[in-house]
């Protein structure tokens, strides 16, 4: 079973950049993925990358912001957030994807195991 731990969330202001961390074991050969939610809606996607890093998805709310890499000699996963804005604020969770689809064209996850979130409050 996977293990997932999220790091790197905090108070930013609007503008600034922050960089979120996933500590990842027991996910060899799977997607990974963040996912945000925020107070009183439904977690939503935010971006992907393939195990060997080669492939990455974006929601298009967050592209040309966000990357997402991956360091596999360190089982971690990033997610650099740059030119932050107050409705990225959400507590964002990484995951496992345990199986992937394309749907219309577009990239689904379908997350088998979750981390605990961390928080991001960006001050407008």
């Known amino acids: 079973q996977a293990q997932l731990v999220e790091s790197g969330g905090r108070l930013v202001q609007a503008g600034k950049s922050l960089r979120l961390s996933c500590a990842a074991s027991?996910?060899?050969?799977?997607?990974m993925a963040w996912f945000r939610q925020a107070d009183g809606k439904e977690r939503q996607f935010v971006a992907a990358?393939?195990?060997?890093?080669?492939?990455?998805h974006y929601a298009d709310s967050v592209k040309g912001r966000f990357t997402i890499s991956n360091e596999n000699a360190k089982n971690t996963m990033y997610l650099e957030m740059n030119g932050l804005l107050f409705e990225d604020t959400a507590v964002y969770y990484c995951?496992?994807?345990?199986?992937?689809?394309?749907?219309?064209?577009?990239?689904?996850?379908?997350?088998?195991?979750w981390g605990q979130g961390t928080q991001v409050t960006v001050s407008s």
């Open positions: 990358i393939s195990w060997n890093g080669d492939s990455t």
């Open positions: 027991g996910v060899y050969g799977l997607d």
């Open positions: 995951a496992a994807c345990g199986s992937v689809s394309f749907i219309g064209g577009s990239y689904e996850c379908r997350p088998s195991d």
